[in-house]
C-alpha cells in the first residue's frame, strides 16, 4: 500500500515536472515503471507515528516535574 495523493496535488506535481527536459523525464518514466509491482518490504503503517506517553510515573509526579522544571523571571528589561 502506498501514497495516494488528490488530483490537485497530483496537478501541483506535474506542473513542476512539465518543465524537465526530455531526458530526465524518461529516467522519470523508467523509476516510476520499475516501481510499478514492486511491493514494499516494510509497509507504512499510520501507527508508527503516534503512541502514548509511557512512563512508570504516576500523573502526579509528573505534574510535579513540569512544574519544578519552569523558571519564573520576573526581571523586566528596559528598552
Known amino acids: 500500500m502506498g501514497l495516494a495523493i488528490t488530483n490537485k496535488t497530483f496537478d501541483k506535481y506535474f506542473g513542476f515536472l512539465r518543465r524537465l527536459d526530455n531526458n530526465s523525464k524518461k529516467r ?21 507515528i503516534y503512541g502514548a506517553w509511557e512512563d512508570n510515573k504516576d500523573s502526579d509526579e509528573i505534574i510535579a516535574e513540569i512544574r519544578n522544571s519552569r523558571i519564573n523571571n520576573h526581571d523586566i528589561e528596559e528598552f
Open 28 to 48: 522519470l518514466i523508467v523509476k516510476l515503471t520499475e516501481s510499478i509491482g514492486n511491493e514494499c518490504k516494510d509497509p507504512f503503517k499510520l501507527k508508527s
